[in-house]
């Protein structure tokens, strides 16, 4: 069964402090994982695809990185506006259905 | 924005009593779901379709049923509602293939209480 474990579960960071979200998987054959922003009230926003090992991708203040076994969210100099819940998500085999993580919550303080 | 609708956005229902929720597209996506969103669960599939008139069973589909008649339309039915499908309902698309992986794309919610 796959399983995706994000931690921490809440995060407080003052503005300009940069830090990083993980999300770790246990899953037999990755095709992808996803990073997702929720505001409150809304629904998640896609942010990221990340496919292999070794992938990065950048937005903004947000670069996504990808091993083997975990994903990281790293947040550089953020802003009181970078708060949210960030969820990844794997997609696995010939499945598309994706297993969601319970999420990361970020709160910036200025 | 993908295009996606859900309706209503709110809803205040007694035990016992039916309820629909609809989500629409505008995308032409072939895959559609309903999620449901409670604190210290996460996101939680419900039920999923992949075409019209094809759908399947998520995790949680107990309580639930689900019609897809066209292509645009999504509809998820509580046919007894109860206390604990008291919760935030997410539709979400997808267009897996044609260069995707298949990401979702989610629409705003319903927020469902039932009493």
């Known amino acids: 069964e796959d399983q995706v474990t994000q931690s921490p579960e809440a995060l407080r960071l003052q503005e300009g402090e940069s830090s990083s979200l993980n999300c770790s998987y246990t899953v037999s054959g990755l095709r992808g994982l996803f990073w997702y922003r929720q505001d409150p009230g809304k629904g998640p926003e896609f942010l990221f695809t990340?496919?292999?090992a070794g992938e990065e991708k950048e937005k903004e203040r947000l670069k996504a990185t990808l091993t083997k076994k975990e994903s990281f969210l790293h947040i550089t100099a953020p802003k009181p506006e970078d708060s949210a819940t960030y969820l990844c998500a794997v997609f696995t085999g010939g499945s598309y259905i994706p297993t969601f993580g319970r999420g990361t919550s970020l709160i910036v303080h200025p | 924005d993908a295009g996606i609708t859900q309706s209503p956005r709110h809803k205040v229902t007694e035990t016992g009593t039916p309820v629909t929720l609809r989500c629409h597209q505008t995308e032409n996506h072939r895959y559609m779901y309903w999620y449901r969103q409670d604190p210290g669960h996460g996101l939680r599939l419900i039920h999923y379709?992949?075409?019209?008139?094809?759908?399947d069973k998520g995790e949680v589909s107990d309580g639930y049923s689900v019609s897809r008649s066209k292509t645009e339309d999504f509809l998820l039915t509580l046919e007894s509602a109860t206390s604990s499908q008291t919760s935030v309902y997410f539709c979400?698309?997808?267009?897996?293939?044609?260069?995707?992986?298949?990401?979702?794309?989610f629409g705003e919610g319903s927020r469902l209480t039932v009493l």
């Open positions: 379709s992949y075409g019209v008139k094809d759908t």
């Open positions: 979400a698309i997808s267009e897996p293939g044609q260069g995707s992986t298949g990401e979702l794309f």
């Open positions: 990340l496919y292999s």
